[in-house]
């Protein structure tokens, strides 16, 4: 099992920038894909990038590619995602979870772009 914080989320310009973090505890964070996912409310949750253990290959939904990139750092137990180019679009709660087999969900982070 693996416990999640989400953090880095804010208010932010369209056009702007956001890098969020996942800090992951539990020693099985290395051996795992992760994703980021999104849900607005009264949606289903979306995800929106998903890394390969390693980091090699990487995945992203049309909707972010091009502006988003997922990365990870394996000794630091640690997973971000690098948002540019936000549009109101991207508002959302952001949750980082292991894929395909979710953990429990964290209190995810909130992301908010103003148009």
């Known amino acids: 099992q693996v416990q999640l914080v989400e953090s880095g989320g804010g208010l932010v310009q369209a056009g702007g920038s956001l890098r969020l973090s996942c800090a992951a505890s539990?020693?099985?964070?290395?051996?795992?894909?992760m994703g980021w996912y999104r849900q607005v409310p009264g949606k289903q949750r979306e995800l929106v990038a998903l890394?390969?253990?390693?980091?090699?290959?990487?995945n992203y939904v049309d909707s972010v590619k091009g502006r988003f990139t997922i990365s990870r750092d394996n000794a630091k137990n640690t997973l971000y995602l690098q948002m540019n180019s936000l549009k109101p679009e991207d508002t959302a709660v952001y949750y980082c979870?292991?894929?395909?087999?979710?953990?429990?969900w964290g209190q995810g982070t909130q992301v908010t772009v103003s148009s």
């Open positions: 979870n292991t894929h395909p087999r979710p953990s429990d």
């Open positions: 539990g020693s099985i964070f290395s051996i795992n894909a």
């Open positions: 890394i390969s253990s390693g980091g090699a290959i990487r």
